[in-house]
Nanobody, 127 residues
């Protein structure tokens, strides 16, 4: 059984930083594995934040709103996915979800391409 568990959310002030973590279990990363972060604010659609292929070579992908503030990374030995978020703004307030697809070919921004999801971690940015 594949499980994803997020952690690291919390309440911060504008301009602060947070590092989200996602622990994956029940599978092994391989060259087809795709992992991503999505977020969902109250009353809004779930939107793509960032994506990466932990094993396969290739780039890192970000939503347009990120504007260089976030960095996605993995620790493959520990089966971990991270999202370093800097210079947070109130518009970043949302529940952040970790997602995984076992298939190499994905539409990064389509939530329907991901088979597995964590329960989410709340990020609140407010003064």
């Amino acid at each position: 059984q594949v499980l994803l568990e997020e952690s690291g959310g919390g309440w911060v002030q504008p301009g602060d930083s947070l590092r989200l973590s996602c622990a994956a279990s029940g599978l092994t990363f391989d060259t087809d594995t795709v992992m991503a972060w999505f977020r969902q604010a109250p009353g809004k659609e779930r939107e793509f934040v960032s994506g990466i292929r932990p094993i396969a070579s290739g780039g890192r992908y970000y939503g347009d709103f990120v504007k260089g503030r976030f960095t996605i990374s993995t620790d493959n030995a520990r089966m971990m996915l991270y999202l370093q978020m800097n210079n947070l703004i109130p518009e970043d307030t949302a529940v952040y979800y970790c997602a995984l697809s076992p298939r190499y070919a994905v539409n990064w921004g389509s939530r329907w391409d991901y088979d597995y999801w964590g329960r989410g971690t709340q990020v609140t940015v407010s003064s």
